[in-house]
Nanobody, 116 residues
């Protein structure tokens, strides 16, 4: 199992930006998919963005145009740049990876709070 550690969360005003990082305990070169999920208070965890080993990206409609996912294989890290943040973006953000064998790992989560 891949160990994942997220960082970069915090409190920001609406319209502001944050960049989340997720460091993996092993090389991510062979990890098939890396992604970010969010769990808002009282809601189910939802997928926000994903990036494949060939750097193909996909986004939820709610964040498209505002969030950008990227990965740096040399640093074993995936990022989520979040711009134009809204109060409804508040939640715990989780990093996840899926290997080519289909094994999924989760980070511990990082809190993002957007004030109005």
């Amino acid at each position: 199992q891949v160990q994942l550690v997220e960082s970069g969360g915090g409190l920001v005003q609406a319209g502001g930006s944050l960049r989340l990082s997720c460091a993996a305990s092993t090389t991510i070169f062979s990890i098939n998919v890396m992604g970010w999920y969010r769990q808002a208070p009282g809601k189910r965890r939802e997928s926000l963005a994903s990036i494949t080993s060939s750097h193909t990206t996909d986004y939820a409609d709610s964040v498209k145009g505002r969030f950008t996912i990227s990965r740096d294989n040399a640093k074993n890290t995936v990022y989520l740049q979040m711009n134009s943040l809204k109060p409804e973006d508040t939640g715990v953000y989780y990093c996840t990876t899926v290997t080519s064998e289909g094994a999924r790992s989760w980070g511990q989560g990082t809190q993002v709070t957007v004030s109005s």
